[in-house]
């Protein structure tokens, strides 16, 4: 089983993920005291795998009561933060705490997850077991799991989620799984919500419907964690956010600063044209402050031209160039997390591209390197 209950979680060499046995410990009164300023901290936190680089030397602060956005590029380095963070992988050197409590420590650890929700980005479960059985079973492994609330906000959950509990794992579609993983992980009212890339799968109703949700848990005072590669889920979610590349933390900004230097990818078809005119037509357009990486697609005579370059100036003035020079089609959308990146941070972050992403290669070696350890 694979999610929330991340304090009992082992591979069981099928590619599943089973449990074992025994309960998490239960909070202490440390952890539900409420007087905590951070829900997570790490200290030059660090993992190789072997010499393939998971995350170098980060050193973040997520305040308690927060939504606090994760983002990077797929290998970057964010699965292997969370996995770090709940206990699952080994730091190579540096430290973190989870609600107060030291992670590289197994009791404390322990403790933590205890009182933290889980969404991994690939959820897997034993196919041959039905929706509410999985439910009750991994809400068992915490204090409060299935009480009379814990029951009633599941059932609340699935209905929001338009989820039948009474269907088998088997029969569930990629979407229906991921709902599976976000109840589990909401079920027994964690104090740290952690998510791993959670709306892959999801329609965009049920997306606008998990928005929703998180908004009024973190309004009742959850914190979540929302990790993620797509930038407008963050900007419409999250309060702050932590940008991480090649495994390192390039930054952390407020969703406001970052709303504030908006980038846009344009893409400017001109009318059939050699390329002469082509050029001189997009002049006044590539001119503007604002304007950078501009690249033509075709360069042929008497063919159509079009220019795409990205764009961090007022919109009014680019609307205004456009309606003043003939164009057949215009596409206006958001950049990829690394043309971004390269905009705002330049080659900050990038080391050894030899080594390679380690969110593929990671499961193996680590699974080797930890082979008669536990």
Known sequence: MHGTTASSMTSNGNGRTGLRPGRAAPASGGIASGNLKAAIETFGLTKFYGKVRGIVDLSLVVPEGQIFGFIGPNGAGKSTTIRTLLG???????TARLLGHDVTNPHEAARARAQVGYVPGEVNY???????DLLAYSASFYPNGNTAECVRRRHELAELLDLDLSRRIDALSLGNRKKVALIQALQHRPRLLILDEPTSGLDPLVQARLFELLRAENRAGMTVFFSSHVLNEVQRLCDSVAIIRDGRLVTVEDVETLRARQVRRVKVTLPAAGEAQARATVEPLLSLPGVSDARWESNHTDLPHAVSFLYSGHPR?????????????VLIEEPSLEEIFLQYYGDYGVEG??????????GVTEQASREGTE
């Open 317 to 329: 003035e680019l609307l205004s160039t456009l309606a003043s020079i003939p164009v057949s089609d």
């Open 353 to 362: 591209a030899q080594e390679g992403s380690t969110e593929a290669a990671g």
């Open 88 to 94: 699952l992988l080994r730091p190579t050197r540096g």
């Open 126 to 132: 034993y196919d041959n077991l039905r929706v509410a």
